[in-house]
């Protein structure tokens, strides 16, 4: 089946910095990416549509100059949360749909971020 | 904006019963998928129904999708003790922009007692 990877698994930061995590499709061409939080014992919620080449769609309550989406090729997009607070603090997942897929997501492994 | 429901939000069960989790839908949907997701791991895709009253099955699970496209169920029969995990429905619909992103319902957690 279709691979989709997160860079970093887990990451600590200070706060104030940015962090930079990359979803890459490792066997397939992902036309669309989409960016996920998750807090802890929550559900999913949705932050972001990425298209390769062109501006992220972001949902509403998103900051779009916090969260910094660039899907520069078919299989890398990136999330950069800049300027980050404890209240960023989360499980962050991306997701990858193909090229003349069938509607099916295949997503990341995740990467929890911790905002001290 | 679209929300799924989905009840309950836990459920305990002896290993061997069988265990049910809903979703709903205010508005018709394009399609739904569900996800099992383990503690600490990622979601990881079950199924998608596209079809008005769908119903497909997995082994133990069965997967329906109402006739008006607004609710889906997912049964599990004789839970096993591998069954644990949260379950969540995530529903799709088609904006004339193309297709959105999924939106998740809480999900259910099931816990399963030996």
């Known amino acids: 089946g279709a691979v989709v990877s997160q860079h970093p698994s887990w990451v600590i930061c200070k706060s104030g910095t940015s962090v930079k995590i990359e979803c890459r499709s490792l066997?397939?061409?992902?036309?669309?990416m989409f960016w996920y939080r998750q807090f802890p014992k929550q559900s999913l919620m949705l932050m972001a549509t990425s298209n390769e080449g062109s501006k992220a769609t972001y949902e509403q309550g998103v900051e779009k100059d916090k969260f910094l989406i660039n899907h520069a090729s078919l299989t890398l997009s990136t999330l950069t949360v800049t300027s980050a607070h404890p209240e960023d603090s989360s499980f962050y997942i991306c997701?990858?749909?193909?090229?003349?897929?069938?509607?099916?997501?295949?997503f990341g492994p995740g990467t929890r971020l911790t905002v001290l | 904006g679209q929300q799924v429901m989905q009840i309950p939000q836990y459920q305990h069960v002896q290993e061997g019963e069988d265990f049910t989790t809903y979703c709903n839908s205010s508005?018709?949907?394009?399609?739904i998928q569900w996800y099992k997701q383990r503690p600490g791991g990622h979601p990881v895709f079950l199924i998608q129904l596209v079809k008005s009253g769908e119903v497909k099955k997995q082994k133990r699970l069965t997967f329906q999708f109402g006739e008006a496209k607004k609710n889906s169920s997912l049964h599990i029969t004789a839970t096993q003790t591998t069954d644990v995990g949260t379950y969540f429905c995530?529903?799709?619909?088609?904006?004339?922009?193309?297709?959105?992103?999924?939106?998740f319902g809480k999900g259910t957690h099931l816990i399963i007692q030996p």
């Open positions: 508005t018709t949907l394009s399609n």
């Open positions: 066997d397939f061409q992902a036309t669309t």
């Open positions: 997701s990858a749909e193909g090229q003349g897929s069938t509607d099916t997501q295949y």
């Open positions: 995530a529903g799709r619909w088609y904006s004339g922009g193309g297709a959105d992103g999924l939106t």
